[in-house]
């Protein structure tokens, strides 16, 4: 049966380009691109215009104005007499810092539970399986609540402190620990941990080589603690112990003296790394489910221990699938830590919304946020890519 060869000209002449694939696919790219150019062009010229109609002077210029206002919790230098670029600076601080915390503190509490949840023991399991169902089935915003109005606020009044070990106190009005005051020649204190850290991390390279050369393990952990804590304390013993502690003391009506982590930051950091932590305990459980089974079997049957087995064969192998999805828990905790504004902690929209208050200046603000976060989320990105890619299998 013959076959009829379709025409590839038309009218004598070539071919319509608009049937050519590459050619269309072109062509509508670049008509998305002009619609979209055309609708920002719009948005940004309309918002001119409404500037404009309101009186309201746009740009940045403002960020020198002087801010007014005080803020309750800072680690650097501000009073009312600052600018409102340090007031955000020091939102940006405190973001930061709870941000920090609060992964720091979910992803060893969520591989601790994920662990849980497969263990033998059933009490253990049942808690742990208790624990993700219960906060991973709750706002982020009323576990902030449960923390502050429920935990926090009813503590006693700091006559009453509750005293913890290590002369620390706890009342309704914080957590109140020992302040370190530096002495003469302290410095070198810091530096030797900079050093112990510097050598652990050699060390634990070169184990790692010798283990994959010939098999052969060695005590990293005990030797990088002993270089963690042993070089300062040789530090501390050759300069004399320049170090000396400011003891949180009782008063009539507050505690003096020592350093003071306040009810807002307790509420937010506890919070955060309470409610993240059941979800990475999930992420950390489907890992170690991922790795097969005959790897368990096989550590078995060179003799290995069940804790061993789970150190050094099953862990590493889950972390190659638990790495991807632990990032989007890490952005949606800084993202999370935003919700501070409902207790009153300084983070950057708290002290941005009072800037927009006083200037008026909503579209700057807003900016500012929107590009911190993305700045935020694009370095915990790239670090965690990075992670990623040094877990990664390698083939031989």
Known sequence: MATQDIPHDVGGGRASLL????????????????????????????????????????????????????????????????TYK????????????VAVAGIVTASILGFLIGIGRLSQNWLIRKICTVYVEVFRNIPPLLVI??????????LPLP?????????SFLNSRGFYFPKLIWGEGSMLVPVALLLGIGMSWFVARRARQRQMATGATFPVFWTSLALIIGLPLLALVATGFPLSFDF????????????????????????????????IAEIVRAGIRGVNKG????????????????????????????????????????????????????????????????????????????????????ITSAFMNWFNAKMALVER
């Open 86 to 97: 340090r007031a955000l600076l020091v939102g940006l601080i405190n973001t930061v810092v």
């Open 295 to 378: 790897q368990t079997e096989a550590a078995s049957a060179l003799g290995l221990r069940s804790g061993h087995t789970l150190r050094l064969v099953v862990v590493p192998q889950a972390m190659r699938i638990v790495i991807p999805p632990l990032t989007s828990q890490f952005l949606n905790l800084t993202k999370n830590s935003s919700l501070a504004i409902a207790i009153g902690y300084p983070d950057l929209v708290a002290v941005g919304g009072t800037v927009l208050n006083q200037t008026g200046q909503a579209i700057e603000i807003v900016v500012i946020w929107m590009v911190v976060y993305l700045g935020l989320s694009l």
């Open 248 to 279: 949180p003391q009782k008063s009539t009506f507050n505690l003096t003296g020592g350093l003071q982590i306040k009810p807002e930051f307790l509420a937010l950091y506890l919070a955060l790394s309470f409610y993240t932590a059941a979800f």
């Open 159 to 167: 006559k009453e402190s509750i005293e913890l070990p290590f002369g």
């Open 19 to 82: 049937y050519d694939p590459k050619v269309r696919g072109i062509f509508f790219q670049i008509l998305v691109v002009v619609a979209l150019t055309a609708f920002v062009y719009w948005i940004i010229g309309n918002t001119i215009e409404n500037l404009k109609r309101a009186n309201i002077a746009s740009g940045f210029a403002f960020l020198n104005g002087r801010a007014g206002f005080d803020v309750s919790d800072t680690l650097i230098a501000f009073d009312s007499d600052s």
């Open 145 to 154: 609540f449960f923390w502050y109005f429920g935990v926090l606020s009813v």
